[in-house]
């Protein structure tokens, strides 16, 4: 399993992950969420316990449309938000510091790169290509 894009909202986190086999997603959530409760339980001190109260929820993305507007999705998500709730957008070039647009790696056209694994499959290499480069302004579900 690998996490091609991530986001961390307010009491949740997306992402999306590529995986040969349910059992590889299984495995690699599992083993993620250990090792991110490790890490917050020693960040926080004295901390101990469950981080995670809840099983992850899988959406096999299988269209180059569906893989463009998921990455939309994660990557700009904290702009629907802030509209759900009312508040100003943040500035055209605004990129949300708790996901893996910043730094900006390949979704947005920058150089560098990208802070988590290179897609292996076609459909998050190229084909989500077809449908545009993620904007860091778009407005996802909006």
Not at 33 to 57: C, P, Q, W
Request: net charge positive; glycine share 10%; charged share 25%.
């Amino acid at each position: 399993m690998r996490v091609l894009h991530w986001s961390v909202q307010h009491g949740h986190m997306h992402l999306i992950v590529e995986a040969t086999h349910r059992r590889s997603l299984s495995r690699g959530m599992q083993g993620l969420s250990i090792r991110m409760s490790k890490a917050l339980n020693k960040a926080l001190e004295r901390r101990r316990g469950t981080v995670f109260t809840d099983r992850y929820h899988a959406e096999p993305l299988r269209t180059p449309r569906q893989v463009r507007n998921a990455m939309a999705y994660v990557l700009n998500n904290r702009r629907r938000h802030l509209r759900k709730l009312g508040r100003a957008q943040p500035a055209p070039t605004w990129v949300d510091p708790f996901g893996s647009g910043e730094p900006v790696g390949h979704v947005f056209g920058a150089t560098g790169p990208p802070p988590c694994a290179e897609p292996r499959t076609w459909l998050a290499r190229v084909g989500w290509k077809r449908y545009g480069l993620v904007r860091t302004d778009e407005v996802p579900g909006g």
